[in-house]
């Protein structure tokens, strides 16, 4: 999943990076309002970030504007921890949760995750598809024999986002707009590579092949 978050505060910008990172997430940063509102509708986004106080524009007039667009993208929100105002606010304009600064960055994460999976319609976490059993908090993919493997990063984004969309062809350029992040070389024939990796993990079989037209993952929820 890709995400993009829209911080003002350098420091608290790149440690929330660092820990989405950690999470698994591809993550974009931009820090002021107007450049947020352009990426969020020409990128093909999973999820934002968004504080309310940016400059040259404020978070709650992006996502007014995003919404009287038809722009869905889930927005969380930061907002001051006592400022219930803009809790309410966010919330009014349409975001999808939000989270109260100063906060914890597991905090920040559960709720991420939560908002995701819910947009997936999977309510509980972890992900069981075709045998194959994916522990997005230990970043492990059981395949259908019982053998666990370590997946890298890419690996890991890939895999989760193939089992979030199960029986729907994938192409390699949308597979490269969630799986690297903004300033990535996005190569889409890398794709490749890691999916013969994923395949030599965990079974030939796993990802059908349809020819110019990109990969499907034929699972169904267990």
């Given amino acids: 999943m890709r995400l ?13 990076q660092a820990a989405l990172r950690k999470a698994g997430y591809a993550v974009d940063v931009v820090d002021n309002g107007v450049d947020a509102e352009f990426l969020g509708d020409e990128e093909p986004y999973d999820l934002v970030v968004l504080d309310l106080g ?6 709650k007039e992006v996502l007014e504007n995003w919404r009287s ?11 001051a921890r006592d400022a219930w105002n803009e809790r309410v ?40 598809l075709a045998g194959i059993s994916l522990d997005e ?13 370590q997946l890298t990063r890419t690996e890991f984004r890939l895999l989760r986002y ?10 390699k350029s949308r597979l490269t707009e969630h799986v690297y992040e903004g300033d990535s070389d996005k190569d889409s ?9 994923l395949r030599n993990k965990l079974g030939q079989k796993l990802f059908e092949t349809r020819r110019g037209q990109g990969y499907i993952f034929p699972g169904k929820e267990a």
């Avoid at 667009?69 to 907002?79: A, E």
């Avoid at 995701?116 to 509980?124: D, L």
């Avoid at 979030?164 to 192409?171: D, E, N």
């Fill in 4 to 16: 993009l978050v829209v911080e003002d505060d350098a420091v608290l910008a790149a440690k929330i």
């Fill in 69 to 79: 667009r038809g722009n869905k993208v889930l927005v969380l929100v930061l907002t």
């Fill in 137 to 149: 908090e230990r970043q492990i993919a059981t395949a259908a024999d019982g053998s666990q493997h």
């Fill in 54 to 59: 940016l400059p040259l524009r404020s978070g």
């Fill in 189 to 197: 024939n890398v794709i490749e590579v890691y999916v013969k990796r």
């Fill in 89 to 128: 606010d966010g919330l009014k304009a349409g975001a999808d949760d939000y989270v109260g600064k100063p906060f914890h960055m597991e905090e920040l994460i559960a709720r991420i995750d939560v908002l995701i999976r819910r947009n997936h319609g999977k309510a509980a976490p972890g992900l069981h």
């Fill in 162 to 171: 193939f089992m979030m969309h199960p029986g729907v062809i994938l192409s």
